[in-house]
């Protein structure tokens, strides 16, 4: 399945999550930056409120876009598959990358107070995955707040990251358009796969939210 673009895959996932359409309970989570785009589609669609999870992948140190692992401001996961990476550099990579989110976070918020989780029913967006690993990080980090629920909605993923984020005990819902066999990275499943910015972001966060109608 290839999606025209991100919107086109945000417009066919809130087809499917439109029981939670005005629901006073639900907010959309996306993860920057590909989730984004793709997650204010959805909360535009069903008039619900768009957050945003802050997550990063460990690159193995012989080739950074390889994910061995993933960081949140607060907790870290690592992939059991890639043994003998030393210990040393798992502790400097999470302290960079740490101080990365640090920054995209004053970015975003400024002096705005992220959305209290509690008792939410968290839809968890992203543009798609390829090793799940940034996902997982995030749903370990939404945790902690007590939702409610964790809903996973994607456009595209490989069956055997998908398998995984199946498998957590705290998502209880995982919707995924498509979940291609020959899978070698999100983009190739659009057709424009454009990178998006900080500026981006931070304009359909205030979009997104300004226009919410509260009933």
């Not at 439109?18 to 989730?35: M, T």
């Not at 607060?74 to 989110?101: F, M």
Request: aromatic share 6%; proline share 5%.
């Amino acid at each position: 399945m290839m999606f025209l673009n991100r919107e086109e895959a945000g417009n066919l996932l809130a087809d499917k999550l439109i029981n939670y359409s005005n629901n006073k309970d639900a907010v959309i989570v996306a993860i920057p930056r590909g989730g984004v785009p793709v997650g204010a589609v959805i909360a535009k669609k069903l008039n619900l409120p768009l957050e945003i999870v802050l997550s990063k992948k460990i690159g193995h140190p012989f080739n950074r876009e390889y994910a061995i692992g993933a960081v949140t401001l607060k907790s870290r996961i690592l992939s059991d598959s890639v043994p003998g990476i030393s210990k040393r550099y798992i502790e400097e990579e999470t302290a960079k990358i740490r101080k990365i989110l640090e920054q995209r976070y004053q970015t975003y918020y400024g002096k705005q107070t992220p959305l209290n989780l509690k008792n939410k029913d968290v839809i968890i967006i992203d543009d798609g995955v390829a090793t799940g690993n940034t996902l997982i990080s995030s749903v370990q980090l939404i945790e902690l707040q007590q939702p409610s629920s964790i809903i996973v909605a994607l456009p595209v993923a490989p069956p055997n990251a998908l398998k995984k984020i199946k498998k957590l005990d705290a998502v209880s819902i995982t919707i995924c358009l498509s979940t291609p066999l020959n899978f070698q990275a999100v983009g190739q499943f659009y057709e424009d796969f454009n990178q998006v910015n900080d500026q981006e972001v931070i304009k359909l966060l205030k979009e997104t939210n300004n226009n919410l109608i509260l009933k």
